[in-house]
């Protein structure tokens, strides 16, 4: 059995309680002999800044680089609010993905059934859901430059950033949604804003072309990103995967992760190029819910959507899709016998914290595993 590198940045907030849990299933996983992890760990975001005085150290890059997977908690608060832009908590996060690569940036949105009932949509739009957001993660708004903000001399500031994108940045993204579509309900969603936006222009051509040229037997559609959002919460099951851009993803995948019940639901990985030698690709795993400094320390945070990317990792950087599959059902099922975190509660639920849900995942995993 190979042993797989794994670096673990649980960061800031709720970060370290929800990899905490993480680590118990990493830990399930070794005993029943069907995983052998080299485990690492360092600082991330607000906690490396308060030890380096940057928001990743070089030492913490340099395992990232030479692992296979890193698995990533969440950064940032307000402790953070008053340093240096370029030291600021998300800076680590933006390093990590550019320095590494990840330009393919998947959130699942499931609904399982038994939450339903916490969406803020009726219980018959979103039973059932399943989309794929493709998230562009490395280029854009993002990181285009010149990112400025200039002083006029005359009271008055100016505030630049620039969004960005090649040919190449596009054909890239697109096929990663396209190959997934593949494996899904077969069509594809392409949103930006070519009504106002050259960006936009480049993007819907660029992806038509690659449709055109290597997928025409993927379903594809163009939708303005504003109308995406509208139509995300308007009739969200008509979607399967939706590809966009950086900023763009960042915002429909928050409406979308809202529609599952909670943004404590929904995991994410971020993924590099295949190496056309090695086979293998960069990889980092993160929930999509933040640091969420108003509840951090409590206990209260609902590690779902940390485990669920540990399933994420299992099944896109190790092929361990066994294993996947597994941890998704003990999650639904751990659900189904009515257990829920705050953040996931109903009407006259009991809630229980983070540990008890992890305890009860693991039970779950337990009982299924045999
Ligand atoms: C996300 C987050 C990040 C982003 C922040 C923390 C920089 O909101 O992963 O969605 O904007 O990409
Ligand atoms: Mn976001």
């Avoid at 993480?22 to 399930?28: E, S």
Wanted: proline share 4%.
């Amino acid at each position: 059995m190979p042993t797989l590198k794994l670096l673990l940045l649980p960061g800031d907030g709720i970060g370290p309680e929800v990899m905490a849990e993480a680590k118990h299933v990493l830990a399930w996983l070794e005993a029943r002999g069907l995983a052998s992890f080299a485990i690492e760990e360092d600082l991330v975001g607000g906690s490396a800044y308060d030890a380096h005085g940057k928001s990743i150290s070089e030492a913490a890059m340099a395992k990232a680089l030479a692992a296979d997977a890193v698995l990533f908690g969440a950064v940032g608060g307000p402790k953070w609010d008053k340093v240096p832009y370029d030291a600021r908590p998300e800076a680590g996060l933006l390093r990590l993905r550019k320095d590494l690569g990840l330009f393919a940036n998947l959130r699942p949105a499931i609904c399982y059934p038994a939450l339903a009932d916490a969406s803020s949509l009726k219980r018959e739009l979103v039973e059932g859901l399943d989309i794929m957001i493709v998230r562009e993660l490395t280029g854009g708004v993002y990181f285009g430059e010149p990112k400025t903000i200039t002083d006029l001399g005359n009271g008055q500031k100016r505030a630049v950033d620039t969004q960005v994108y090649d040919t190449y940045e596009i054909e890239r993204i697109a096929r990663v949604a396209f190959d997934l579509a593949r494996k899904r309900r077969n069509k594809v969603t392409s949103s930006e804003k070519r009504n106002v936006m050259k960006s936009g222009v480049l993007w819907h051509e660029v992806v038509t072309q690659v449709h055109a040229r290597e997928y025409k037997d993927v379903q594809l559609e163009h939708l303005l990103a504003d109308a995406c959002g509208m139509q995300l919460v308007r009739q969200p099951k008509q979607f399967d995967v939706i590809v966009t851009d950086n900023l763009f993803g960042d915002m429909l995948s928050d409406v979308a992760a809202m529609l599952t019940g909670s943004l404590g639901m929904l995991p994410s990985a971020s993924l590099g190029e295949v190496d056309a030698k090695t086979k293998k690709r960069r990889a980092l795993y993160e929930p999509v819910h933040g640091a969420a400094p108003d509840i951090a320390g409590k206990g209260l945070a609902n590690p779902i959507a940390m485990i669920g990317s540990l399933g994420m990792a299992l099944r896109y950087s190790f092929g361990m899709i066994k294993e996947a599959d597994l941890i998704d059902r003990a999650i639904a099922a751990a659900l189904d016998r009515g257990l829920r975190t705050a953040d996931i509660r109903g009407q006259a639920q009991r809630t229980i914290g983070t540990t008890e849900m992890g305890e009860a995942i693991r039970a779950e995993l337990d009982r299924l595993a045999v």
